[in-house]
């Protein structure tokens, strides 16, 4: 079992962009996942990218402003989400998560490991 380890995480102002990174401790060969969870909401979402980083799918309210990518290095993966155009809305801790399956999934429940996560606050 990989272990993940999140971070890109900050402070920004409103139209700002940051690039979140997601290192996994060994090969992976399944699709990976970004999801985030605000203060008292539940865990939503966000972006999923395939085995091979062929296909992609993101939630509604970052479509067009974030782009997630892979590298599937010999020894190690690494998830990326570029994250543009940034609103208060999107502050939240950002989870990265591996999937139990090489096709992309939006529910947290096909995810089988999980990083610790990292904090995004977007100020207006």
């Known amino acids: 079992q990989v272990q993940l380890v999140e971070s890109g995480g900050g402070l920004v102002q409103s139209g700002d962009s940051l690039r979140l990174s997601c290192a996994a401790s060994g090969r992976s060969f399944y699709a990976m996942g970004w999801f985030r969870q605000a203060p008292g909401k539940e865990r939503e979402f966000v972006a999923t990218?395939?085995?091979?980083?062929?296909?992609?799918?993101?939630a509604d309210s970052v479509k067009g402003r974030f782009a997630v990518s892979r590298d599937n290095a010999r020894n190690t993966v690494t998830v990326y989400l570029q994250m543009n155009s940034l609103k208060p809305e999107d502050t939240a801790v950002y989870y990265c998560?591996?999937?139990?399956?090489?096709?992309?999934?939006?529910?947290?429940?096909?995810?089988?490991?999980w990083g610790q996560g990292t904090q995004v606050t977007v100020s207006s």
């Open positions: 998560a591996e999937s139990r399956t090489y096709s992309n999934s939006n529910r947290p429940s096909d995810y089988a490991n």
């Open positions: 990218i395939n085995w091979n980083g062929a296909s992609t799918s993101y």
